[in-house]
């Protein structure tokens, strides 16, 4: 076989796999764009459900401070990773337990959050605020401080609504934007 040829063929069958991880990524990019509406449309479930996995990713970080600890080799570290095992255990039963007063915890800790962001990033924008572009992060800090703000003043209430609403809003943005980056790779090799 000449080397034309083989080099055709390599190129047919990377083309087939793109095409291939491409259709799988579509693929998910909209179930993960279907799931954002999903949230989107009814919040509390999300939340909820958001609660839940973190509750249970807590849990397993809890085990594996166990099994960080039986690999301690002082007495010191074995305290410190099971004091973290204790501490992760009881705060992801305690959300699996009770998953409304979870949601409006994380709700709260959401709001404290994009308040400090929002904060830190108006001092980054005032800093740099001869170069372009800092108006847009004054523009964002602004946007993440209304935000900060309408989450924590509207608590509890805002739990029905906050956590669910940013998870399927990122959820739906993220999907998009991978639906737009796959669809951009499968028209190159098209």
């Given at each position: 076989m000449n080397a034309k040829v083989?080099?055709?063929?390599?190129?047919?069958?990377?083309r087939e796999d793109i095409r291939a991880a491409t259709g799988w990524s579509i693929a998910l990019s909209v179930l993960m764009?279907?799931?954002?509406?999903?949230?989107?449309?009814?919040?509390?479930?999300?939340?909820i459900a958001v609660t839940a996995m973190l509750g249970s990713l807590l849990v397993v970080g809890g085990a594996l401070?166990?099994?960080?600890?039986?690999?301690?080799?002082?007495?010191a570290a074995v305290f410190g990773e099971l004091a973290m095992a204790m501490l992760y255990a009881a705060l992801g039963l305690y959300l699996l337990a009770r998953p409304?007063?979870?949601?409006?915890?994380?709700?709260?800790?959401?709001?404290?959050?994009?308040?400090?962001?929002?904060?830190?990033?108006?001092?980054?924008?005032?800093?740099?605020?001869?170069?372009?572009?800092?108006?847009?992060?004054?523009?964002?800090?602004?946007?993440?401080?209304?935000?900060a703000v309408m989450i924590g003043g509207a608590w509890p209430a805002s739990t029905a609504w906050a956590v669910g609403t940013l998870v399927g809003v990122s959820m739906l943005s993220g999907g998009?934007?991978?639906l737009m980056a796959a669809t951009a790779v499968r028209r190159l090799v098209s």
């Open positions: 083989m080099e055709n063929n390599v190129i047919k069958i990377v764009m279907i799931s954002g509406v999903l949230a989107i449309a009814i919040p509390p479930i999300a939340g401070h166990i099994g960080f600890a039986a690999r301690g080799d002082s007495a409304v007063a979870g949601l409006a915890s994380l709700t709260l800790v959401i709001a404290a959050y994009l308040a400090l962001k929002g904060v830190l990033e108006g001092v980054v924008a005032f800093a740099i605020r001869p170069m372009p572009g800092s108006g847009w992060l004054l523009f964002d800090a602004a946007l993440t401080l209304a935000l998009f934007a991978r």
